[in-house]
Structure formats: C-alpha cells, structure tokens
C-alpha cells in the first residue's frame, strides 16, 4: 500500500510556513502531538495525578521504542536523554580488568565522547578512529583500533557535523570477533531509516525523541540487548530501576531484571505523552517507508546541488548517509540566518550547512532550498 505523504504532510502546520529542513536538530510538531501534550494539560487540570495513566504513557513509550527498533519491551529503558542512557550504561562496566579500552570515532556527537572520557577515571582508556583523508571512517580503521583489550565500541550511525553514515553492522561484526561490545548512538537516524538492532547485531544503542521520532526533549532510550542484562550492574540508577517500585526499599539495591534498570528517577510524564503520539505516527507509516522517502529526497538533494556546482560533502553512497545532506560553506553562520530570512530552515556545525530530510518534505523543499543555495553561491561557497 503507498503512503500518501501529502496527506501526511498537512498534519505538521509548520510545513505550511516554512522550508523546514531541520528535523536533525527538531522535529516539525504533528497535530496528533500538540492533541497529545493538551490531553496531558487536561487530565492535569480535571482529574489530577491520574498515576496509572501516567505509568501506562510510560509503558507505551517503551513498547513503541521497541516496536522502532524490532526488539522487546524488556530490552528497553526509557531514559531522560540519549546521555543518560550511556551515563547509565557505562556505570555498570568495569573497566579495572584487562579490558580497559573503549573505542569511538572522530565522528562522534559530544556526549559520546566526554562520557567515556569521563570513565577515565574509572580505568578506562578512550582511542578515537580518525577519520581518513576522504573524511569518512572506513571499516579498516576500526578493525586497526578494536583488540582483545576493547571492552566496548561505542560509535554514532550517522555523524551530525557532516551526514556520514558508518557501517555498523561491519562494526559490530569486528567488535564480537574480539570479545567487545558495541553501542550505538542511533540519533542521528531513528525514525528516518530503519535500524533493526538485531539485524545490526549490536549490544546497545541510544537515541531520543525529539528529532525524527516526532516528539519532544526530555526523553530517550537505552536498548540492551536481553542476554547482557543479568551482567550489568549500573551504579547510576534510582527508584524507577528497581525490581520491585513499590516496595520502597531502603535496606538495598535491587535492579530490574530487565533494561528497566537502566532507568532512574521519575519518568518525564508530560514527554511520555507525545513521545506516545510521535511514534504512533512513525509506526503508521513504517521505518522501511520513511526510509525509501528519505533515500529519494536527499539523492534528489545531493543530484541538484552537483548540477549547481555546489556538491554535497555528505558521502553520495546509499550505505554511508542517512537523513541529512551537508555542503560546506564560507560565512557558514550568515548562510544559515540569510535561509532562516528566507524562510528556509537548516542548521549548520563546524563549516557545514546541514539540511535534514523526513518523510514530511517534498520536492518543494529541495527546490526551495537548491534554488537559494544558488543564487547565494557567490558570497558563500
Ligand atoms: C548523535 C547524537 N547523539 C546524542 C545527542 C544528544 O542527546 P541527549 O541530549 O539526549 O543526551 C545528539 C543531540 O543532538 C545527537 O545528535
């Protein structure tokens, strides 16, 4: 059955007003989950603390995590942020052994990097894979840096200062040859294009809501995978991680057997609501769907800005990019406000002007932004 993106398109009111190509950074707002985060204003205002309803928002954020990610509610842990989730995660390793080295990439988003600089302390020691003179990070680097004292590989899909995406599945295969793990941070792609951790055989990932899972900040996830659990002890942890909630135990720790133990404190039930109401939407239209649309809008990007003479920086390659289409630009920061005056949203890191495509965008939107892009090309590029 073929999705009818236009009809979809009309439910994110901002779409109307703007060239928005900044779903990497935030979402465009559904209709659906403005509904949601009034329904939470009301239940407020007329019931209360309506607390099993608030547990059951939370329950429906983690079995629609899970559904995105083709796994099981058990293996999920609703987190407060993408950092909390690898805050959580990497507490519970133990790197006082012989595998004491974690391995990320220089393409890394910050978080991912400083926390396991922060495990340091810990015994850790962080080696970064370089990037190679093309600028991408090809398997042969990180089969160079993961040894038999790798304890963990912990590396980003796609990277969000230049749309690269890493091959993970080829990864993961180099880290288990070893005896390491490996985590995902997922961000940059879920919601845009399917990542089915089991088919990508990884051990962790991480990710949030608010960029192409279509709902709001304040909330992410940890995915464990299930036969790892038992193992893993996180000394960051609170009252949500514990077997038994209820009980209000003082005498001891006691996690839950499940990824739950990942968790802390009390869940940001507002959040729950629309992150509910986001991935319904992402589920109705399926993650192999959105991806197709993503692949057909950013080639169609990368196709129009070759013939403008202003090529993508973003590998071209459908196995190394995700949603987003970088081109590098002079005055990178004016570029953005002279789009932003126009209208057009995009964002930008380091010198890249970066555009980030959803299944809400049409070719409009490529126009839109191509055709500014050319008629700016003399001061910036
Ligand atoms: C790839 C990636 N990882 C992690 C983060 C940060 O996530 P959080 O703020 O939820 O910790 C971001 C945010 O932009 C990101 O793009």
């Known amino acids: 059955m073929s999705v009818d993106f236009n009809a979809l398109r009309r439910r994110f009111p901002v779409l109307e007003r703007k060239t928005y190509l900044n779903s990497g950074s935030y979402c465009a707002l559904a209709d659906t989950v403005r509904d949601a985060i009034n329904a939470y204003m009301e239940d407020r205002l007329l019931v209360g603390a309506n607390w099993d309803v608030w547990v059951s928002k939370n329950e429906a954020v983690r079995a629609g ?95 969000f200062r230049n749309g690269a995406m890493l091959d993970v599945a080829g990864i993961a295969k180099l880290a288990h040859a070893r005896g390491a793990k490996i985590m995902l941070d997922c961000y940059q792609t879920i919601g845009a294009v399917t990542v089915d951790v089991k088919r990508l055989d990884v051990d962790f990932a991480v990710g949030g809501m608010l960029k192409y899972l279509l709902g709001t900040a304040g909330l992410g996830f940890l995915y464990a ?125 380091d010198d890249n002007l970066r555009a980030t495509f959803h299944f809400y965008n049409n070719e409009q939107d490529v126009d839109a932004l191509v055709t500014a892009l050319a008629r700016h090309r003399g001061q910036f590029q």
């Open 65 to 159: 995590m899970a559904r995105v990610l083709r796994t099981q509610p058990d293996e999920i842990a609703v987190t407060a942020s993408a950092s909390a989730g690898i805050n959580a995660l990497a507490s519970a390793i133990d790197f006082s052994g012989p595998r004491d080295k974690v391995v990320i990439s220089d393409f890394e988003f910050p978080t991912n990097a400083q926390i396991w600089h922060a495990q340091e302390k810990r015994g850790a020691r962080v080696m970064h894979v370089p990037r190679a003179t093309d600028g991408y990070i090809p398997l042969e680097s990180f089969a160079r840096a993961i040894d038999d004292e790798t304890q963990i590989v912990a590396v980003t899909h796609v990277c």
């Open 225 to 349: 995978r299930g036969e790892m659990i038992d193992s893993l002890l996180p000394t960051n942890t609170g009252w949500f991680a514990q077997e038994n909630i209820p009980a209000m135990d003082i005498t001891a720790n006691r996690p839950s057997p499940t990824a739950r133990r990942f968790e802390a404190g009390t869940p940001a039930v507002v959040n729950c609501y629309a992150v509910e109401a986001g991935l319904r939407i992402i589920q109705e239209v399926g993650t192999d769907a959105i991806e197709a649309r993503v692949r057909y809008l950013t080639g169609l990007c990368m196709r129009r800005l070759e013939a403008i003479g202003w090529p993508s920086i973003t590998p071209p390659q459908e196995a190394r990019h995700g949603p987003m289409v970088c081109v590098r630009a002079k005055q990178v920061d004016q570029l953005f406000s002279k789009l932003m005056g126009e209208d057009i949203v995009a964002s930008f890191r």
